[in-house]
């Protein structure tokens, strides 16, 4: 399994967001000249943080991470802040909430995540965060797309049917089985890049007549890409080669159903799309 590997190179520059809907007319706020400069030394979620003077902060601008998106949200954050210097206002070196903070290029990361899709925004006064959040929405980006749409995901209770009413009894249909048929196809989309990174997302499309049960899904890199981390699915990476096995919550996908693994990867120079994709040593379209 691979490590916690994160990149070295930084963010430099302001981050553009990839996304196929319309662009947000929001703009990253940059930090007061009063704030101080520190490190990130550790990401309990993907709104709280843990910064080298002892304080405990959580983000202002963002609500609790969507529990069937928060494994990326808090990868998303150790990407962008683990280790990195920021930017904060002073405060009271306790816990404190509702602290806005800054990457050292200026960028407000309240701002970034909810643009990506990554946490719903808490300001519902502010025309920022709703400009991100509507752009997020509209392009399918991360809790937004595929497998939360937008929902947290939660037990669901279905009524009981109305008992039958009587009738002549029929005979019982003739039934004839269908042999199971394994199909997929993939997307493959590179949602967030900085220079020497990126997010992508390979979304595994059922094109079978029967569910997967369990899954491992295989590609290969052409520029030495890496993988740094991964959601909703465990990565395995030797050379160019990298698996992806489902986890516990992702295993089974309906026939007809979709299924997104998220990944954090590095790059050097240019950044082709993977070959090579399979689920479970089958080949799968392209889409």
């Given at each position: 399994?691979?490590?916690?590997i994160f990149?070295?190179?930084?963010?430099?520059?302001?981050?553009?967001?990839?996304?196929?809907?319309?662009?947000?007319?929001?703009?990253?706020?940059?930090?007061?000249?009063?704030a101080n400069?520190?490190?990130?030394?550790?990401?309990?979620?993907?709104?709280?943080?843990?910064?080298s003077d002892?304080?405990?902060?959580?983000?202002?601008?963002?609500?609790?991470?969507?529990?069937?998106?928060?494994?990326?949200?808090?990868?998303?954050?150790?990407?962008?802040?683990?280790?990195?210097?920021?930017?904060?206002?002073?405060?009271?070196?306790?816990?404190?909430?509702?602290?806005?903070?800054?990457?050292?290029?200026?960028?407000?990361?309240?701002?970034?995540?909810?643009?990506?899709?990554?946490?719903?925004?808490?300001?519902?006064?502010?025309?920022?965060?709703?400009?991100?959040?509507?752009?997020?929405?509209?392009?399918?980006?991360?809790?937004?797309?595929?497998?939360?749409?937008?929902?947290?995901?939660?037990?669901?209770?279905?009524?009981?049917?109305?008992?039958?009413?009587?009738?002549?009894?029929?005979?019982?249909?003739?039934?004839?089985?269908?042999?199971?048929?394994?199909?997929?196809?993939?997307?493959?989309?590179?949602?967030?890049?900085?220079?020497?990174?990126?997010?992508?997302?390979?979304?595994?499309?059922?094109?079978?007549?029967?569910?997967?049960?369990?899954?491992?899904?295989?590609?290969?890199?052409?520029?030495?890409?890496?993988?740094?981390?991964?959601?909703?699915?465990?990565?395995?990476?030797?050379?160019?080669?990298?698996?992806?096995?489902?986890?516990?919550?992702?295993?089974?996908?309906?026939?007809?159903?979709?299924?997104?693994?998220?990944?954090?990867?590095?790059?050097?120079?240019?950044?082709?799309?993977?070959?090579?994709?399979?689920?479970?040593?089958?080949?799968?379209?392209?889409?």
């Amino acid at each position: 399994m691979i490590g916690a590997i994160f990149l070295t190179a930084g963010c430099t520059g302001t981050p553009t967001p990839i996304a196929s809907g319309p662009p947000s007319s929001h703009h990253l706020v940059a930090p007061p000249t009063i704030a101080n400069t520190l490190t990130v030394q550790g990401v309990e979620d993907g709104r709280t943080v843990l910064l080298s003077d002892g304080t405990r902060i959580r983000m202002a601008g963002l609500a609790a991470p969507e529990e069937c998106w928060a494994g990326a949200a808090t990868a998303f954050a150790k990407a962008f802040l683990l280790d990195k210097p920021v930017k904060v206002d002073p405060g009271d070196p306790a816990i404190v909430d509702e602290v806005p903070l800054w990457l050292e290029d200026g960028t407000e990361y309240a701002l970034l995540a909810v643009s990506q899709g990554v946490l719903r925004h808490a300001s519902p006064h502010d025309a920022a965060f709703r400009d991100a959040e509507d752009a997020a929405a509209k392009a399918g980006l991360g809790l937004w797309g595929d497998p939360c749409r937008g929902q947290p995901k939660g037990p669901t209770s279905t009524p009981a049917p109305p008992p039958p009413a009587a009738s002549t009894p029929k005979p019982a249909p003739t039934t004839t089985t269908t042999a199971p048929v394994f199909g997929c196809a993939i997307t493959y989309r590179v949602t967030y890049r900085w220079n020497g990174g990126y997010n992508a997302d390979v979304t595994i499309i059922n094109t079978g007549n029967a569910p997967i049960s369990g899954w491992t899904l295989r590609w290969t890199f052409t520029r030495g890409q890496i993988v740094t981390d991964m959601w909703n699915a465990t990565a395995k990476q030797n050379g160019a080669d990298v698996s992806a096995t489902n986890v516990s919550y992702s295993a089974t996908i309906p026939a007809g159903a979709k299924q997104v693994v998220g990944y954090t990867g590095s790059n050097r120079a240019d950044n082709p799309d993977p070959i090579g994709f399979s689920v479970n040593d089958h080949p799968c379209q392209i889409r």
